[in-house]
């Protein structure tokens, strides 16, 4: 596609854009819409038995009339079984369009996962999210995954009161238990989300509750059916840090008790010290480096995620200046061939003009998408 | 920029003035009052009076009865400004660029078709500080403990306050004549949390820079151009950039443009209302170093608002922490990001999440949330989530304390 550098197109080019993307979307809208699919179809296998969730070389695009936006472009990364995965990284690095992608809550049609697959862990099948159809995702969203967003009200209904919406989910997925059942487990759901009035709240419209109590409502309907994968994202970016502490606290307390898995979105380094247990640091629609938290905080390797650390005041740390990443992020449509990082990177060496570094393991656990790191593995 | 808050001061006195209909106790009294006052009269008159004699004392009667609820309503209605004088004035010490005192300011909440006033907002409910010359104060707090309407009202954008001093170099802004006002303004200066909705979108970035400065004529026309591209160089933006309009610039570049706007005006104290809440992590540093730049270049003072403690202890030389209206806490960052006292900064403090995996953090979490304003706790308004509250708590409000030199707290549990 040719781009002139000022991103302007004309408006013939950005139909002909418009036509090609419309072929397509056409195709995968397609197979997505198909219906009543041997369940056969969508199974697959995993690696390692004990990972919850396997993402491999994802590739979710927007097909927008300003040309394709590769929003993620070839990850990989797992998330155990009763592990915290965080991934962080700045806005519009891909994090939400990750998580929607687990989801299938693109917004389609421009929005497709192209390429890669998705291995969600169900107990005793393995789907792959990634080719399924409509019709079968619905059956396992809210069931073994779902998801916490940063506003809780884009998820509420505003009319609807909120024990009916929690009973709404457990009806869906378990259809013929009687009402005062659903009733009951709503209450001790609510109750369990730290919500001390669960009777009360039972019986409220969402805008009556402050916004750490809809988090908390929101909480309760995504731990209703016992998921095995929870995707918070940006969970209490929304909240005030006291509040904050209080929801992060829950989360991890109901984690345990349903022995399920998160994946925990943030652009808040301190919270993903605090909760994870992997870390995933995500740049331009790539994952440049992955460990354990340790790792990730004790031995940053790529220069970003060194960046980021040293860009963030930390209580306690008296320093004079911070330190501050020159440039900005290239532009999503016509990224470099290069390593995407290479024109902001102060680090960088000969050899990082060549194509865009793949995944060096530093360690079993610790990966890096960086030419420094070249040597040391053909070192080990 | 100076016009835009001048007019949207404007705007909010006249509504001040409007809201002061009714206070509505003292109304209702005296219409309880009157019917009991006129029964009397025709008791009194009975044998005596003519039936001509009784209308015209009735109607006298019922013009009494007019005025005196017209007082009454008069009364109510300078009540209703609610101006507090229950604070010794302070002594100006020149070391102070602003002194704060008592400081409060309550919003009306309005309520049916004729906007009765049925109860007041307590935003800022007795703030008292000190900020010296050329330092940073940070004001941190959780969201809706009236930070913002404390800057406001600092710099008189937010119509009359309720009660307190605000002297800015020994001067009370509130006794300001609007032509003294508007010389002020280009000395205090605001940067908004916001830098998409605070630029207007129909002007070159050059005009919204420069704008204010040739309606003051801060500088000679001809050396006007060259004034304007010196302030953008210094806040990191490019000549050409003069032409461009608001929605080509990127977010950390619009914060720019805030910035250089306020700083055209040469102003010498600054309120930063949540400069960088809106940016990314990497673009917030860049912002914090070029305020510490400015500040440094230019001999700023700057309010620093922010709930991002650990930015605040970058920045301030002091720090304030408000709960609900109320300063609960002020001393320099060392003092207070070391010795913590009052228990809301407490708790505060140990919910900072810590980018160190290996920290355990000793956490209070508080229970509850946070009470609503306009109908606050009575005694200490931290009672209800306190895990220290006694009964003295519950219903006398504690006085602030100075602890150790400059190191000030409101709580019972340090009244000695
Ligand atoms: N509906 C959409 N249409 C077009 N582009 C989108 C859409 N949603 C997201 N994108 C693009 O995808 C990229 C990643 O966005 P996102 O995943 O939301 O970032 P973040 O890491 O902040 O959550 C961004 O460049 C954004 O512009
Ligand atoms: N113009 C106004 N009219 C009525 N209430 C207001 C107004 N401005 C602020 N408030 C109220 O005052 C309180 C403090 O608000 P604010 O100063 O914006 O808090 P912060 O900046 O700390 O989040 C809030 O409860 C808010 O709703
Ligand atoms: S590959 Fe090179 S340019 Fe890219 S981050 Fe590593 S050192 Fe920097
Ligand atoms: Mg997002
Ligand atoms: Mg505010």
Redesign the interface.
């Given at each position: 596609m040719a781009h002139k550098d000022n991103g302007y197109l004309s408006a013939k080019e950005s139909r002909r854009i418009s036509r090609e993307n419309k072929k397509v979307t056409d195709k995968l809208e397609k197979q997505y819409r198909r219906k009543n699919v041997p369940e056969d179809e969508f199974l697959t296998k995993l690696d390692n038995p004990d990972n919850a969730l396997e993402v491999r070389d994802l590739h979710t695009y927007f097909f927008t009339d300003m040309g394709v936006v590769k929003s993620v472009d070839g990850i990989s990364f797992d998330v155990p079984i009763g592990k915290t995965v965080g991934i962080v990284g700045e806005s519009g690095c891909g994090k939400s369009v990750t998580s929607l992608s687990i989801m299938q809550l693109l917004q389609r049609p421009q929005g497709q996962i192209v390429s890669g697959e998705i291995r969600l862990n169900t107990g005793d099948k393995v789907y792959d999210i990634a080719k399924i159809n409509a019709q079968t995702v619905q059956k396992l969203r809210g069931r073994y995954m779902s998801m916490i967003f940063q506003e809780p009200m884009t998820s509420l209904n505003p009319v609807f009161r909120i024990g009916d919406q929690v009973d709404e989910v457990l009806q869906l997925h378990f259809p013929g238990v009687p009402l005062d059942q659903i009733k009951a487990r709503t209450i001790e759901l609510l109750n369990m989300a730290g919500i001390a009035n669960a009777e009360g709240v039972y019986r409220m419209f969402p805008h009556e509750l402050s916004g750490g109590m809809r988090q908390r409502v929101m909480i309760a309907i995504a731990l209703a059916c016992s998921p095995r994968l929870i995707i918070a994202d940006e969970p209490t970016t929304a909240l005030d840090v006291t509040i904050q502490a209080q929801i992060l606290d829950l989360l991890r307390n109901l984690k345990d008790k349903i022995n399920s898995s998160i994946m925990l979105i943030t652009h808040d380094l301190g919270v993903i010290a605090e909760m994870a247990d992997y870390v995933v640091v995500m740049y331009s629609g790539r994952i440049v480096e992955q460990g354990t938290a340790e790792e990730i905080f004790a031995h940053p390797a790529h220069p970003y995620t060194i960046g980021l650390m040293a860009s963030k005041p930390v209580v306690g740390k008296k320093i004079d200046k911070l330190y501050s990443i020159p440039g900005k992020v290239p532009n999503p449509v016509n990224m470099p061939d290069y390593c995407y990082f290479r024109d902001r990177c102060e680090m960088k060496l000969d050899r990082c003009n060549g194509e865009y570094p793949c995944e060096i393991n530093i360690s079993p656990t610790h990966k890096v998408s960086c030419y420094r790191f070249y040597d040391k593995k053909e070192g080990e | 920029m100076a016009d835009e808050i001048k007019n949207a001061a404007e705007e909010e006195e006249t509504t001040v003035a409007t809201e002061t209909a009714v206070a509505d106790p003292v109304a209702e009294e005296s219409v309880q009052e009157a019917p009991a006052a006129a029964a009397e009269t025709p008791a009194q008159g009975e044998v005596v009076m003519s039936e001509e004699e009784r209308k015209a004392a009735e109607k006298a009667e019922k013009q009494r009865q007019k005025e005196e609820l017209k007082r009454l309503k008069e009364e109510a209605r300078a009540k209703a400004l609610y101006v507090d004088k229950s604070y010794d004035p302070v002594e100006y010490d020149p070391q102070y660029i602003l002194m704060v005192n008592n400081l409060k300011k309550y919003f009306p909440i309005k309520d049916g078709v004729f906007a009765r006033t049925v109860g007041y907002v307590r935003a800022v409910d007795g703030v008292t500080f000190n900020l010296k010359r050329g330092t940073t104060m940070g004001l941190v707090g959780?969201?809706g403990c009236g930070k913002t309407t404390t800057g406001r009202v600092i710099l008189r954008l937010s119509g009359e306050k309720t009660a307190g001093q605000v002297l800015f170099n020994g001067e009370e802004v509130y006794d300001k004549t609007p032509a003294e006002m508007r010389a002020l303004r280009t000395k205090m200066q605001i940067v908004f949390q916001d830098p998409f909705s605070s630029l207007s979108p129909r002007l070159p970035v050059g005009e919204i820079i420069g704008e204010a400065v040739r309606e003051h004529k801060l500088v000679p026309k001809e050396e006007y151009n060259d004034y304007i591209d010196d302030i953008m160089d210094k806040c990191g933006l490019q000549p050409f950039h003069k032409y461009r309009y608001p929605h080509e610039f990127?977010g950390g570049q619009r914060q720019r443009i805030c910035i250089a706007r306020a700083l055209a005006l040469n102003p010498e104290f600054v309120v930063c209302d949540e400069p960088v809440s809106a940016l990314?992590?990497?673009?917030?540093?860049?912002i914090?170093?070029l305020l510490?730049e400015l500040q440094e270049h230019f001999k700023l003072t700057y309010l620093f608002i922010s709930?991002d403690?650990?930015?605040v202890?970058?920045i301030s030389d002091s720090v304030g922490v408000m709960y609900l209206g109320n300063l609960v806490e002020y001393g320099t960052t060392e003092e207070i990001?070391s010795n913590p006292l009052h228990p809301y900064t407490k708790?505060?403090?140990?919910?900072?999440?810590?980018?160190?995996?290996?920290?355990k953090?000793n956490?209070i979490?508080?229970e509850g949330?946070?009470p609503s304003p306009a109908n606050p706790p009575e005694g200490c308004k931290f009672h209800t989530r306190c895990p220290y509250a006694t009964e003295e708590c519950k219903h006398v409000a504690p006085c602030q304390r100075e602890i150790e030199p400059g190191h000030y707290v409101v709580c019972h549990l340090y009244n000695k």
């Amino acid at each position: 596609m040719a781009h002139k550098d000022n991103g302007y197109l004309s408006a013939k080019e950005s139909r002909r854009i418009s036509r090609e993307n419309k072929k397509v979307t056409d195709k995968l809208e397609k197979q997505y819409r198909r219906k009543n699919v041997p369940e056969d179809e969508f199974l697959t296998k995993l690696d390692n038995p004990d990972n919850a969730l396997e993402v491999r070389d994802l590739h979710t695009y927007f097909f927008t009339d300003m040309g394709v936006v590769k929003s993620v472009d070839g990850i990989s990364f797992d998330v155990p079984i009763g592990k915290t995965v965080g991934i962080v990284g700045e806005s519009g690095c891909g994090k939400s369009v990750t998580s929607l992608s687990i989801m299938q809550l693109l917004q389609r049609p421009q929005g497709q996962i192209v390429s890669g697959e998705i291995r969600l862990n169900t107990g005793d099948k393995v789907y792959d999210i990634a080719k399924i159809n409509a019709q079968t995702v619905q059956k396992l969203r809210g069931r073994y995954m779902s998801m916490i967003f940063q506003e809780p009200m884009t998820s509420l209904n505003p009319v609807f009161r909120i024990g009916d919406q929690v009973d709404e989910v457990l009806q869906l997925h378990f259809p013929g238990v009687p009402l005062d059942q659903i009733k009951a487990r709503t209450i001790e759901l609510l109750n369990m989300a730290g919500i001390a009035n669960a009777e009360g709240v039972y019986r409220m419209f969402p805008h009556e509750l402050s916004g750490g109590m809809r988090q908390r409502v929101m909480i309760a309907i995504a731990l209703a059916c016992s998921p095995r994968l929870i995707i918070a994202d940006e969970p209490t970016t929304a909240l005030d840090v006291t509040i904050q502490a209080q929801i992060l606290d829950l989360l991890r307390n109901l984690k345990d008790k349903i022995n399920s898995s998160i994946m925990l979105i943030t652009h808040d380094l301190g919270v993903i010290a605090e909760m994870a247990d992997y870390v995933v640091v995500m740049y331009s629609g790539r994952i440049v480096e992955q460990g354990t938290a340790e790792e990730i905080f004790a031995h940053p390797a790529h220069p970003y995620t060194i960046g980021l650390m040293a860009s963030k005041p930390v209580v306690g740390k008296k320093i004079d200046k911070l330190y501050s990443i020159p440039g900005k992020v290239p532009n999503p449509v016509n990224m470099p061939d290069y390593c995407y990082f290479r024109d902001r990177c102060e680090m960088k060496l000969d050899r990082c003009n060549g194509e865009y570094p793949c995944e060096i393991n530093i360690s079993p656990t610790h990966k890096v998408s960086c030419y420094r790191f070249y040597d040391k593995k053909e070192g080990e | 920029m100076a016009d835009e808050i001048k007019n949207a001061a404007e705007e909010e006195e006249t509504t001040v003035a409007t809201e002061t209909a009714v206070a509505d106790p003292v109304a209702e009294e005296s219409v309880q009052e009157a019917p009991a006052a006129a029964a009397e009269t025709p008791a009194q008159g009975e044998v005596v009076m003519s039936e001509e004699e009784r209308k015209a004392a009735e109607k006298a009667e019922k013009q009494r009865q007019k005025e005196e609820l017209k007082r009454l309503k008069e009364e109510a209605r300078a009540k209703a400004l609610y101006v507090d004088k229950s604070y010794d004035p302070v002594e100006y010490d020149p070391q102070y660029i602003l002194m704060v005192n008592n400081l409060k300011k309550y919003f009306p909440i309005k309520d049916g078709v004729f906007a009765r006033t049925v109860g007041y907002v307590r935003a800022v409910d007795g703030v008292t500080f000190n900020l010296k010359r050329g330092t940073t104060m940070g004001l941190v707090g959780e969201s809706g403990c009236g930070k913002t309407t404390t800057g406001r009202v600092i710099l008189r954008l937010s119509g009359e306050k309720t009660a307190g001093q605000v002297l800015f170099n020994g001067e009370e802004v509130y006794d300001k004549t609007p032509a003294e006002m508007r010389a002020l303004r280009t000395k205090m200066q605001i940067v908004f949390q916001d830098p998409f909705s605070s630029l207007s979108p129909r002007l070159p970035v050059g005009e919204i820079i420069g704008e204010a400065v040739r309606e003051h004529k801060l500088v000679p026309k001809e050396e006007y151009n060259d004034y304007i591209d010196d302030i953008m160089d210094k806040c990191g933006l490019q000549p050409f950039h003069k032409y461009r309009y608001p929605h080509e610039f990127s977010g950390g570049q619009r914060q720019r443009i805030c910035i250089a706007r306020a700083l055209a005006l040469n102003p010498e104290f600054v309120v930063c209302d949540e400069p960088v809440s809106a940016l990314d992590v990497s673009i917030q540093a860049q912002i914090i170093n070029l305020l510490k730049e400015l500040q440094e270049h230019f001999k700023l003072t700057y309010l620093f608002i922010s709930h991002d403690l650990s930015v605040v202890e970058h920045i301030s030389d002091s720090v304030g922490v408000m709960y609900l209206g109320n300063l609960v806490e002020y001393g320099t960052t060392e003092e207070i990001f070391s010795n913590p006292l009052h228990p809301y900064t407490k708790a505060l403090f140990s919910a900072i999440p810590v980018p160190d995996p290996t920290v355990k953090m000793n956490r209070i979490i508080l229970e509850g949330s946070i009470p609503s304003p306009a109908n606050p706790p009575e005694g200490c308004k931290f009672h209800t989530r306190c895990p220290y509250a006694t009964e003295e708590c519950k219903h006398v409000a504690p006085c602030q304390r100075e602890i150790e030199p400059g190191h000030y707290v409101v709580c019972h549990l340090y009244n000695k």
